[in-house]
């Protein structure tokens, strides 16, 4: 309150809940690298970074946070637009991770670090 009370004209005061943790996101690579290396999707492998974006947008359309398909700037394709891990907080990102976990469980994932 004290902050708040002397802070200079023009700062701003922001309360929300605390962003994901250093622990979260240790959890969701490991388990994104685990699917990274034993899922073939529609005839393909992707990269940890690859899942990562596949696994949020699936998840935030699940969510009914949409993430925007723009057409790209120079005109090759689309691009994806969502809101990177690193701004959910918490309870979000332990509903992104049940969803990978679901996700990985579906698809005959072993979940190593996990202990699933």
């Known amino acids: 309150m004290r902050a708040v009370k002397t802070a200079p ?7 929300r809940p605390p962003n994901r943790s250093k622990d979260q996101n240790a959890l969701l690579h490991d388990a ?31 969510t009914g946070e949409a993430p925007s398909l723009i057409p790209a700037l120079d005109g090759n394709g689309f691009d994806i637009i969502y809101e990177h891990t690193s701004d959910l907080n918490v309870a979000q990102m332990r509903a992104l991770l049940d969803w990978v976990m679901a996700f990985g469980d579906q698809n005959g994932v072993t979940f190593g670090k996990l202990g699933t």
């Open 9 to 15: 004209d023009g700062y701003v005061c922001v309360v």
């Open 32 to 62: 994104l690298t685990d699917i990274s290396k034993q899922v073939e999707w529609k005839g393909q492998r992707f990269s940890v970074v690859t899942w990562k974006r596949l696994c949020t947008a699936a998840w935030l359309r699940e």
